[in-house]
């Protein structure tokens, strides 16, 4: 369970210019491992992360998923890669409506027609490990901002993924709901090894096992005496 990031170069367009957003940035996360990825505004790391979950494909360079080479793949074997060994966790947590918390889990394997006995069992788990034990009937509305962070990375996990992306999922919560969610991914991840790349702020990151800043387009590992 890894992600290797390789010299990954992303142009985008500057009025009748282009800029260089990725300047051979390169990043490797490990099993089980959390990198908090940091910079300024329009540093690129919304960027970085969709080409992380080969959302996007970058100019140059190449992304390797539990070793397999995603950039030389068509666009055809990066979605079934994608579906099959990448985790998304958006900002908002996007879920439906009319649903409870277990139907959300539960949709990952009905939509891979997958749904039986055993995935109700470990929909309902993964809620519980998340915490919402006594939630698992609530729909998005009568559930906190931090609940629905939980459902959605349980959601996330339901896939069984290699790697887990994650945008901002702290952002719409209060330092300690932050601080929470992010502990939970590193729990997860040490639980499970999945490797994660979360996009996050000072002062959640200080839990994550590693911290990245985005500097010039390039990649920056950081010790943690600099986000304190
Ligand atoms: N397809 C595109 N076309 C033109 N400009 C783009 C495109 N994609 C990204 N950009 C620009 O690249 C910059 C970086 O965007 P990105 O969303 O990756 O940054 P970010 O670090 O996530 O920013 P924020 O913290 O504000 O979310 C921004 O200036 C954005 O406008």
Do not use: C
């Not at 908002?92 to 891979?112: G, I, K, W």
């Amino acid at each position: 369970m890894s992600i290797e990031l390789d010299d990954i170069v992303v142009t985008v367009p500057d009025g009748d210019q282009t800029r260089t957003l990725l300047d051979h940035a390169s990043l490797v996360i490990g099993r089980g491992e959390v990198v908090a990825l940091s910079g300024p505004s329009g540093s690129g790391k919304s960027t970085l992360l969709a080409v992380a979950a080969l959302l996007l494909r970058a100019d140059r360079g190449t992304v390797r998923i539990d070793g397999v080479d995603a950039h030389a793949a068509n666009d055809r074997d990066r979605t079934l890669l994608r579906q099959q060994h990448i985790g998304v966790v958006y900002q908002n947590a996007n879920l439906f409506p009319s649903l409870t918390a277990r139907q959300q889990v539960e949709l990952v394997a009905h939509v891979r027609g997958e749904l039986d006995h055993h995935a109700r069992e470990r929909a309902a788990d993964l809620l519980r490990t998340v915490g919402l034990d006594s939630r698992l009937d609530a729909r998005p509305a009568e559930l906190s901002g931090g609940e629905r962070q939980r459902v959605n990375i349980a959601r996330a996990l339901m896939g069984r993924p290699s790697v887990i992306v994650a945008d901002e999922p702290t952002a719409s919560l209060d330092a300690s709901r932050g601080e929470q969610i992010m502990k939970l991914l590193v729990d997860r991840a040490r639980e499970s090894g999945v490797a994660t790349l979360v996009v996050t702020h000072l002062p959640e990151q200080v839990a994550a096992t590693r911290h990245v800043t985005i500097e010039h387009g390039g990649l920056v590992e950081r010790d943690w005496s600099d986000a304190a």
